[in-house]
Every structure is written in C-alpha cells, then in structure tokens.
C-alpha cells in the first residue's frame, strides 16, 4: 500500500515556539504586573473558599479512588485532602471557578485567566513538599506568582483576536494551552518537551460551549476549567517522560487544529508576550454574575435606590431597556425559563431583574428557592437589550476595554426616568483604587467562611504584603489554608 504521509516530521509551529521561548525567557516580573498577582491570588482563593458551601461544588472534590494515599501531595486549600497535582488541580480549579467570582479577560474570546491556579499552585504545592522530603530548597510562592503572570498573558493574548466562541468550542481550551506551558516549565521541561506538551494540549479533544447555552446550560461549565488545568498538567507530565508531541498540530493540512476547529483560519498572537495580561485584568469584586453583566447591575442597583428614595419599586416598571455591547447580547441575553443556578448566572434579565426587586445580587439569588419568586420572571419579560455600537467598539478598544451597560426604565404611569450608564465596572484597571479595598474584603469574607480567627490573620499576615508572600515557601503557605 502506498503512503502519501511526509516522510520527515515538520519544524515546530512558530506559535508553539513563541510560547514556549515566552515560558521558558521571561521567567521573573516586577512591579504592577507581581503586585497585580498577588490581588489575583487572593482573589482567586477566596472565590475557592466561598464555593466549599455549595454540596454541587464539595460532592466532586476528594480523590478519583477515595480513600487513595499520596506522599507529599499537593494540599488542597480549605478541605482535607491531599492529591496527585492533577486530581488537586481539578479540585481547586473547580472550587475557583464554582460561583462565576473569580476575574476575567474580555475581548475576542472570554475567559478567566485565574482559573489556571488551580494547575499552577498545585503542581508548585507538590513540588515543593518533594523538594523538602528529599532534603532540597522549596519552591516559593514568587515563583507561583511569577507562572500566573504567564498563564495570563498566554491565555489573554491569544484571546485577543482568537475567537474559540465563533466555532463553538469553548474558552477553557486556552486554559489547558497556558497551563500546560507553566506547569510544564515548573517541572523542568527542556524546550524540546515543553514544545511537544504545548502541541499536545492543543491537538487534544477540547470543549464545546454546549454547557454554557440554552437547552444544555448547566454546572459543567462550573468545573470545565477544573478539568482544563489538571488536564494541561496531566499533558505536562506526559511530556516530561519524553512522549512525543506534535510539531504541526496547529498547521498540518486536515488534520491540524486549524483546519478541523478554526474554521482554517491560521492561529496568531496579537502582540508580543509580556505582562499585558495581569496588568489589565479585570476583577469581579460586586457581584457573582457574569461579567458582561456587571455594570448592568450596578445601574439597576443605583435605579432601585432611585425608585425606593421616590416611594416607588420593581412593581411599578413597565419596561426595562438595556443598552450593550454586541458580546453581552451572544453570551447572557436569554428569554424563556431559566432551569439551575448556571442558567441564570448567565442571564443579564434575570441578574437585572433581582437586582431592581431586591437591591443586591448575590450567589444564593440564582439558587431555587430564591428564583422561586413569580415577582422574578414577572420582571424579566419585560427587560429587553439592544446593541450599541459604541459600546461594542470601546469594548474592543486596547485603550478602552469598557463593558458598558445603560438602564433605561419607564414606569406604568408612562414616567421615563434617566438612563443610568455605567461604562467600566469596579475591578477595571481605570476603578483598581476603587476596588483594591473590595478585593481584600472579598478575600477576608472567604477566609471567615472556613476558618478561625488565629488562621485567618496567619494568611492575612503571609497574603497583603507582595515581598513578605513572595519569599514564603510554598507548601507553608499552602499549610494556612489547610483544616486545623
């Protein structure tokens, strides 16, 4: 039988070269970029801490096999076990991303770059806890610190002008990339085997958005990013026994990533890899929704202040129009029944609508006993979108990056009252000031919700100062978090 497959195997793709050169070059950040990964740490931990009081989220936690024993595992924060760093990494990247509270990356793609702690800690936990047992120095958290920056900055850059969404796969597929090129570096790869473990994680079986929209949306898309991280160091792992990759796996003609789930478009990086990505991330510090959706709340809260100061409530709406961005209206404008928390989170109706009735948003809003209320749905059918263009231009805009949402309301006595517009929400790099004492404070009420007071100012001690966190070792950090 004769072959028509080459007879030698290609050079690398360049992006599987750019990225790995990015990893395994740039290796130490300083200033806004380090600063901002400690808020990010912090952050992303107490949205994990806050997720333990939800059985939906602690039922899928705990090894694959129970009762499995694993010397100097990775701890995972805030519960009792100790894991393989993939397990430990599906544990605690389903925890981050269980209430939809952790940040965010908006721009041809969406995402939440801080899903890739999950990965990157535990692989750190576990390394450094081996490193001690063999009597050698432990990772410290600076080098946590430093793979977040990374796996941000891969992640978000190939978000830019990628577009995973158009083509119905889902953005965790940029998850497992940037975890499987930090993780990889952590444990040693050469640039050979890093590589072969990026081409690995993308030639892999990713996700489809299915989850994420009506009539399929539902918890998956709650540990879709759990499973990403501990399957980009899963890959990492193969890669470091010297398995091999796949140099073309972006380019091969029919069988590459390009041709069989980009639509053959070529993949490409918008700018060179730095510390873009950290620097301008955006943080989720008012509400557990969605994020094109933010700022819509935050107008609705300051309209029900509005309507409460004049006598007035949620009953005495006719209309609601909401002015958005073209992104808002693909993601989260949903009409007709809503049927678990993870379909409501992603409905700016039903986020708008509780806002107005209640004056808060919170995670318990989108369980069923509180969606229970008629008032609710009442409310949400007569809540519309519209796009504005400007909206979606600024949202686009390097310079800009708003996620600009505008109330209008007109009441049944045909009153139509001032459109509130709110153009950046409070975890914006132009709101940071604003925000910081929110994100701590976010951070503190995850720390009460699972530990005494003596532990919790043992993390607050290690976590708000950037030099004293940066020296810690790891797996001592880790310990605060652990059940006492």
């Not at 430990?88 to 209430?99: D, Q, S």
């Not at 940037?178 to 079986?205: F, N, P, Q, Y």
């Not at 409905?347 to 069923?368: F, K």
Request: hydrophobic residues 45%; charged residues 20%.
């Amino acid at each position: 039988m004769s072959s028509h497959l080459p007879q030698g195997r290609p050079a690398p793709d360049p992006l599987l070269v750019d990225i790995a050169d990015y990893v395994l070059d740039r290796t130490q950040f300083l200033g806004l970029a380090l600063e901002t990964a400690r808020l990010c740490l912090i952050d992303t931990l107490g949205c994990g801490l806050q997720a333990l009081d939800y059985p939906a989220c602690t039922k899928l936690l705990g090894p694959v096999v129970p009762g499995t024993v694993v010397p100097h595992g990775a701890k995972v924060p805030g519960t009792p076990y100790q894991l393989d760093p993939v397990s430990a990494a599906f544990n605690l990247g389903a925890m981050i991303r269980w209430l939809d509270f952790n940040d965010t990356w908006l721009a041809a793609e969406w995402g939440h770059p801080s899903d890739n702690l999950g990965g990157i800690l535990m692989v750190a936990d576990w390394l450094s806890r081996c490193a001690v047992a063999a009597g050698k120095p432990p990772l410290i958290m600076r080098d946590v610190l430093n793979a977040m920056v990374q796996a941000h900055e891969i992640q978000g850059v190939l978000a830019l002008e990628n577009s995973f969404n158009q083509v119905g796969l889902d953005h965790v597929v940029l998850v497992k990339v940037a975890t499987t090129a930090v993780t990889g570096r952590l444990l040693g790869l050469s640039r050979a085997e890093l590589i072969d473990a990026i081409s690995l994680a993308w030639v892999d079986g990713q996700a489809l958005r299915t989850y994420r929209h009506a009539p399929n949306t539902g918890s998956r898309k709650s540990w879709a990013a759990g499973d990403a991280t501990s399957r980009g160091v899963r890959l990492a792992l193969i890669a470091r026994t010297g398995e091999m990759g796949c140099p073309s796996a972006l380019s091969a003609p029919t069988w590459g990533f390009q041709d069989v789930s980009f639509g053959g478009k070529a993949l490409r990086l918008a700018r060179p890899l730095g510390s873009y990505v950290m620097e301008n991330v955006l943080f989720k510090l008012s509400f557990p929704a969605e994020f094109h959706g933010q700022t819509a709340v935050e107008a609705a809260l300051a309209l029900h202040a509005q309507l409460a100061a004049a006598g007035r409530g949620a009953a005495d709406i006719e209309r609601v129009t909401i002015r958005t961005q073209a992104a808002c209206l693909r993601i989260i404008d949903k009409q007709g029944p809503l049927h678990n928390p993870a379909d409501r989170d992603h409905c700016i109706q039903y986020m708008v609508a509780v806002a107005l009735l209640h004056g808060r948003l919170t995670a318990q809003d989108y369980e069923d006993a509180a969606a229970a209320d008629p008032r609710i749905d009442e409310l949400r059918a007569r809540i519309a979108c519209v796009e504005e263009p400007r909206f979606t231009a600024d949202y686009h805009d390097p310079a800009k990056r708003s996620i600009a949402n505008g109330l209008g309301v007109v009441l049944r006595d045909g009153t139509t009252l001032p459109e509130v517009l709110v153009e950046y929400p409070v975890g914006h790099k132009r709101r940071r000031a604003e925000g910081e004492p929110l994100l701590e404070a976010k951070f503190r009420a995850g720390l009460a919700r699972r530990f005494a007071q003596r532990q919790q100012q043992a993390i607050l001690h290690a976590s708000l100062d950037t030099a004293r966190l940066a020296q810690t070792p790891v797996h001592e950090y880790v310990d605060l978090y652990c059940p006492r």
